[in-house]
Nanobody
């Protein structure tokens, strides 16, 4: 298990941008596939983006492709989610997740460690 702490959430207007960060408490961050998921009120948690251990391979949900960018800095033990052109339907609690070894995945069950979440609210 690795501890994950998200930051960067907040309130933004439609069309605005936010950058989320997730810092991991581990000396072997590069061993972890990372992912971002979100959960809106009354809805199930859904996949947003994932990135390979090296950062060379990424995958996105269709709903955010072209607007969101996942990246990582293994020297800083941090994964980022740059969110541009935000829409009200992006409003949710965003969770960072870590998967030891393996490959990028869209399945929440593949990730063994989770952060506490950070709220993103997009006003219309």
């Amino acid at each position: 298990q690795v501890q994950l702490v998200e930051s960067g959430g907040g309130l933004v207007q439609t069309g605005g941008s936010l950058r989320l960060a997730c810092t991991a408490s581990t000396r072997t961050f590069s061993n972890y596939v990372m992912g971002w998921f979100r959960q809106a009120p009354g809805k199930e948690r859904e996949f947003v983006a994932t990135i390979s251990r090296s950062g060379g391979d990424t995958d996105y949900a269709d709903s955010v492709k072209g607007r969101f960018t996942i990246s990582r800095d293994n020297a800083e033990n941090t994964v980022y989610l740059q969110m541009n052109n935000l829409k009200p339907e992006d409003t949710a609690v965003y969770y960072c997740a870590a998967r030891l070894f393996g490959f990028p995945s869209r399945k929440a069950g593949d990730f063994g460690s989770w952060g506490q979440g950070t709220q993103v609210t997009v006003s219309s």
